[in-house]
């Protein structure tokens, strides 16, 4: 009798990939039963694509267009292409800077997830961190959820708390959540693998 | 020397009184430095008065007038009024239906303090908990904070996290929700007392 394949992950991200290494680190441990099939990024020289590459991962850079915070239709196309050919079950946005539009949407329906930092729908869209400190509250944390056509709006699958203190700058609240969301993030993935967490 | 006077606290709500019974609970332990003054209900037979009675606090019934969400003009003038002749410091509304208007405010300018049953920004308004559950949210809870001309739009003051589960009804959320207020309420109140919290 053979296993039954493990889910296939692709992983989108711009940045240095830290939450992307917590993800992968989870998987080389045996805590996370996914295949990581691919990186990719809008950013040539974005850390995500090195981390990948240090841990034998294929990753792969696809140049994002004229647009500054979407994708043009031939990128968006060549994304598209490059994950199919890769047979990936799930996209796992990583610190992905860039919306992904209906063309993308539709070609995996509730197949795309995302971790926002913030306790959604509290604070969507950028700097979440800052924008919870400007309003002064208490808790924060942070929102794996599936991706829809709205910003921030999809069904949530998974959230943490975490404490605003008093002596909190943007910068030190920012990362007091990434360190929640590389625990988060992988727990998540870990519960849609095993199927204890549907996407419908 | 004479000691510091205590802080002197009115409660206001409309129901049962469970959370005003946990702050007078608080107090009579000796852990909540505070003189409850009196308690005032826009509710004839509601609990809360019930309540403070027993426990030998002047508790009183003020008709609100003809409105159904918000004190009318006589009424108002009444609240205000019989605040004003307990030398109330500070007023708590613990479970009061009825949203408090411009005059009410200006008479006790960031001296009115609200639980409210979300953790603000989200859910404001009606059945926070049933809009939680709704939501999909998987965190939610309470929020202390101070009442301005918005609705619940105020400065917070203190929070709390509650976990919604997955066999959560709106009941039972809201329960666990209770439960949660009834410790935070007395936690905020204590460092108000002692000066931790300035209302400014």
Same mark, same amino acid.
């Given at each position: 009798m053979s296993e039954k394949p493990r889910l296939r992950i692709g992983v989108l991200g711009s940045g240095k990939g830290s939450t992307f290494a917590a993800i992968a680190d989870a998987r080389a441990t045996g805590r996370l039963p996914v295949e990581i099939s691919l990186v990719l990024s809008d950013? /040539?020289? /974005?850390g995500i694509l090195e981390q990948a590459r240090r841990r034998g991962i294929p990753a792969q850079h696809i140049a994002p267009g004229d647009y500054r915070t979407k994708l043009d239709e031939n990128a968006e196309a060549a994304f598209i292409e490059t994950l199919r050919v890769a047979r990936v079950d799930l996209i796992v946005l990583a610190g992905f800077m860039r919306i992904l539009k209906g063309d993308f949407l539709r070609a995996f329906t509730n197949r795309v997830i995302n971790i926002h930092?913030?306790?959604?729908?509290?604070f969507t869209g950028l700097a979440a961190w800052k924008q919870a400190l400007e309003y002064g509250v208490k808790i924060t944390g942070c929102t794996v959820h599936l991706v829809d056509q709205?910003?921030?709006?999809?069904?949530?699958?998974g959230q943490s708390a975490v404490p605003v203190l008093p002596e909190d700058s943007p910068d030190s609240l920012r990362h007091r959540i990434q360190e929640t969301e590389q625990t988060l993030y992988p727990e998540i993935l870990r519960q849609i693998a095993l199927g204890e967490i549907k996407l419908g």
């Open positions: 950013v /040539a020289d /974005a930092p913030s306790l959604l729908p509290s709205g910003i921030d709006t999809g069904r949530i699958l």
